[in-house]
């Protein structure tokens, strides 16, 4: 048996590299890359005005990868007035420009400034219950990423409706 053994320990470290690959490359990469949450769904809206407003208390960074790009945005902390709706959405629009960033991997990142904000589902029908986008082309709104219940879990806590 003592003459099998080194053998059977080279049989027995490739089996477990082997099952460690399998791991990594199926159910444990979504450790390290996580769902996505990018969206991009273009949609028209009125413009609108309503009693309550949106106070985020502290900035909120959103990040979603998809196909090696990591995208980023960055919405401001302070009070978000609706400016827009439509069949689905309200859209509250953030007290200064939000910054949205683009990296690839082992680049650096392109980003810029818009107007824009976060909207809230209006009823129980919509696709997505909340999320950010940007102002887009002939005052339509560009849906860009949906949050989830990361965001919804922070009501009351990170951010919260006021009545004016």
């Known amino acids: 048996m003592a003459q099998y053994w080194p053998v059977m320990r080279l049989i027995i470290f ?5 099952l460690l690959l399998v791991l990594f490359l199926t159910g ?4 390290f890359h996580p769902a996505s949450t990018r969206i991009y769904e273009e949609r028209a809206a009125s ?3 309503a009693q309550r407003v949106l106070f985020l208390s502290e900035p909120l960074d959103w990040s979603s990868s998809v196909n090696g790009d990591r995208y980023d945005i960055l919405l401001p ?16 629009l953030a007290p200064e420009r939000v910054s949205l960033g683009k990296k690839k991997i082992f680049s650096d990142q392109d980003s810029g400034g818009y107007d824009g904000g976060i909207f809230i589902s209006r009823n129980a029908r919509s696709k997505y219950p909340s ?3 940007i102002d887009y082309k002939n005052g339509n709104k560009l849906l860009l990423f949906f949050f989830d219940s990361r965001f919804t879990k922070k009501e009351g806590e990170s951010w919260h409706y006021i009545n004016e």
């Open 28 to 31: 444990c990469a979504h450790l």
């Open 131 to 133: 999320g950010a986008y």
């Open 14 to 18: 490739r089996a477990a590299l082997a």
């Open 77 to 92: 902390q302070g009070i978000y007035h609706v400016e827009g709706r439509d069949d689905d959405y309200l859209y509250y």
């Open 47 to 49: 413009p609108a005005s």
